[in-house]
């Protein structure tokens, strides 16, 4: 038994360490993932040792580590992974192309907001990121994938909300479900330069895992717009996604 124990804490270990590079981190120096796992140093050399020797971790020139080729390719074997990238990419490219807009594919790991594919120019690396991985009550995507999770009412919140709040969640909640969409606040005491609107994409049992999202600049972009755009192109996804099963089926291209 104890030697059972010992595997799973060693599988925990490297998955906590795989953990690091989420969000969009391209490296992380040991100091770095001993802050963020709390490990120590000699065991996060040990397992970083180990993980390259399977190619699921490289180290680059300046010291430093990212994840390796093995495990992108293990993550696009995924089959639902495989299917729902085949179905968003081309939709996502499109909507990409008649805006010039950053635009992603995104969904929640945890409380927190993940990105799964995105469509930028290189223009848009910095917007990126300022946008991190974001609590997901505090960003529109993330909003979309509350509102139509299986406990809408629990909101992930720095602070536990009051009777009166918690009203108004759920209110928030159910219009972005009537509307289908979600975007930044508008009003002249929300200053931001970017603002943001996501869609929730349904699978072919209906419910919502991931949602498309579009970015653009405050005054220039008016979110409702942007989330029209998010809010087509999610549906052109989940048409495909729905059709997947019939190979005669093509995928509809809205923004070209």
């Not at 001993?34 to 010291?63: F, K, N, Q, W, Y």
């Not at 200053?191 to 405050?218: E, H, K, N, Y």
């Amino acid at each position: 038994m104890s030697e059972i124990n010992g595997k799973r804490g060693v599988l925990a270990r490297a998955f906590d360490i795989l953990g690091c590079f989420t969000g969009g981190v391209r490296e992380r120096s040991v100091a770095d993932i001993c802050a963020v796992t709390d490990l120590p140093p000699a065991t996060v050399h040990r397992m970083l040792a180990t993980l390259s020797e399977h190619g699921a971790i490289e180290r680059t020139g300046r010291g430093r580590y990212r994840l390796g080729p093995r495990l992108w390719r293990l993550g696009h074997g995924v089959p639902d992974i495989r299917l729902l990238r085949d179905c968003a990419r081309p939709a996502l490219v499109d909507l990409h192309a008649s805006t010039r807009l950053p635009v992603a594919l995104a969904t929640r790991e945890g409380d927190r907001l993940h990105i799964i594919d995105k469509i930028a120019g290189r223009g848009t690396v910095q917007v990126w990121e300022q946008l991190g991985t974001p609590v997901l009550d505090e960003h529109p995507a993330g909003v979309v994938l509350l509102a139509w999770s299986g406990d809408p009412d629990r909101r992930p919140a720095s602070r536990p909300l009051r009777g009166g709040e918690q009203f108004a969640w759920r209110q928030q909640l159910a219009e972005v479900r009537r509307l289908g969409l979600a975007h930044s606040p508008t009003g002249a005491q929300h200053t931001s330069p970017l603002v943001w609107a996501a869609a929730p994409v349904f699978s072919d049992d209906q419910s919502v895992s991931t949602c498309v999202m579009i970015g653009g600049r405050r005054g220039e972009h008016p979110p409702v717009s942007l989330g029209r755009l998010a809010r087509t192109t999610a549906r052109d996804i989940s048409t495909a996604l729905r059709n997947s099963a019939d190979d005669d089926t093509p995928l509809t291209r809205t923004h070209a």
